[in-house]
């Protein structure tokens, strides 16, 4: 046993193997005892797979738990036949795997017992040391990025020379970033190239083990595959393809995640989410994020205030590990091996000390374009929608509602404009134009000049 444990947490992936940008490499177990978890479990599981699809064949049942017959189904079919919890009731073919299997009278009962403990139905869970060690073999830090990658990744941003610099740095480090600045100049972009920066694959498992504990990990809403579940399947069948070189299907090869939480986050979601009703756990958005980049955007307008949830990153940022707790009281170490980038749309002074901003070594000011800078993604904008761009009526827009409202450039005005623009010609039913004319129009309709809030503010409200 020991021999086929060690096999199990051996990487089978020496660097010099492994291509540079691949996950690492978790081989297919062969035995119940390689899998992690105990033979209750997995019978468990079967039990509840076959309860939720009826008449089921063995191949079935081992696809929908992410094992292999040979050596792990096999036997848990075998003990379950013989203290007759499931029935052979079919066979589409001579193989053991092709027989069809629907739960006893006991097995109904037994399956009942096992879905009040939780109600998890899928892929089967992976040891939480097995986990952790993926976790930390495929940490950001262990990235490089060049100024070929950052320049590649934020193409299509315009943005000032020193803020272009600066990133790149603070992504190599891989230290939590501050993103900071006036709303609508791009920080939220920049987050999302930063994740192109980010090469290469990481592991996801569907769930993890935690002495009897389930923690579901896998989103399919942030977590993106590279290759299908159904291929890994055929690459295992594949003829030729050694035992030992089958990749575990319970991790997904995915591209590294990224997670962009907004106003809407609180501090419960960074806590581990137990649903009374189906008796596991959802992990949270750090945990899910491991390997990628954790977004926490708009800062200051969340419901919780800055700074306690600023507070709440303290541990993490520090240590790069996090602290969970079950709800038996028990605690574990969760790896913090991602990017955490804050971007807030405040002044940092109105989020935090110093003492706190000190643990954050990468600050980085996204202020406002200039002018040139300002043209430029106005002609881009026009040029992304096949509009006709013309400098002259780039310069009139700003000479008629900027300069003499001092009103601020901001990055997403442009984008904002030529979107009214389309707006416009669809309901003229005429093609779109870049001109005075159009841009008036449009404008009328963005813009709310200082004169009309002052003149609809609360106390002409009041009196009206």
Not at 289 to 296: A, C, M, R
Request: a negative charge; glycine letters at 8%.
């Amino acid at each position: 046993m020991m021999d086929s444990i060690a096999r199990r947490n051996r990487p089978a992936s020496e660097p010099e193997q492994r291509p540079a940008n691949a996950a690492p490499f978790r081989a297919q177990p062969t035995t119940v005892e390689e899998t992690g978890i105990g033979f209750g479990q997995l019978t468990d599981l079967c039990i509840k797979t076959i309860y939720q699809g009826g008449r089921i064949t063995a191949r079935d049942i081992a696809d929908r738990l992410s094992l292999p017959f040979a050596g792990v189904i096999e036997p848990v079919l075998s003990f379950l036949k013989r203290e007759k919890f499931v029935e052979v009731v079919g066979a589409g073919g001579l193989s053991e795997q092709q027989y069809q299997y629907s739960l006893s009278d006991r097995g109904n009962e037994r399956a009942v017992e096992a879905l009040e403990r939780n109600q998890y139905v899928g892929p089967a869970p992976v040891p939480f040391t097995d986990y952790v060690e993926v976790a930390r073999e495929q940490s950001i830090r262990s990235l490089s990025v060049d100024s070929e990658g950052v320049s590649e990744a934020l193409a299509d941003l315009v943005m000032t020379e020193t803020t272009r610099s600066l990133v790149g740095p603070a992504v190599n480090s891989g230290r939590t970033i501050l993103l900071y600045g006036e709303p609508g100049n791009g920080k939220s972009s920049i987050a999302k190239g930063i994740r192109r920066m980010l090469k290469g694959q990481v592991l996801i498992p569907y769930a993890v083990d935690v002495n009897g504990q389930i923690i579901r990990i896998f989103d399919q809403r942030v977590h993106q595959p590279v290759e299908s579940e159904s291929f890994e399947r055929r690459r295992n069948d594949a003829v030729g393809i050694a035992p030992e070189r089958r990749h575990d299907t319970r991790w997904v090869i995915c591209q590294r995640p990224l997670i962009m939480a907004g106003g809407e986050l609180t501090l419960r979601d960074l806590e581990l989410k137990y649903s009374p009703q189906s008796h596991f756990y959802i992990a949270p958005i750090q945990m899910r994020s491991n390997g990628g980049v954790l977004v926490i955007d708009d800062l200051g307008r969340q419901l919780v205030r800055p700074q306690e949830l600023l507070n709440r990153w303290i541990l993490p940022m520090e240590g790069r590990v996090d602290y969970l707790s079950l709800l038996n009281g028990e605690t574990i170490e969760v790896p913090f091996e991602l990017l955490l980038v804050f971007s807030p749309n405040i002044p940092p002074s109105e989020l935090g000390d110093e003492a706190f901003f000190r643990r954050i070594r990468h600050k980085i000011e996204v202020g406002d374009p200039d002018e040139t800078s300002y043209l430029e993604i106005l002609r881009r904008a026009c040029e992304q929608h096949s509009i006709p761009y013309a400098d002259a009526a780039g310069r009139y827009l700003i000479e008629r509602f900027y300069r003499p409202k001092h009103r601020p450039l901001r990055g997403v005005h442009p984008r904002d404009i030529v979107d009214l623009l389309l707006d416009i010609s669809s309901f003229q039913k005429r093609e779109p134009e870049f001109t005075p004319e159009w841009i008036d129009l449009a404008c009328a309709s963005y813009f709310i000049d200082d004169d009309a809030i002052k003149s609809h503010g609360p106390t002409a409200a009041r009196a009206a």
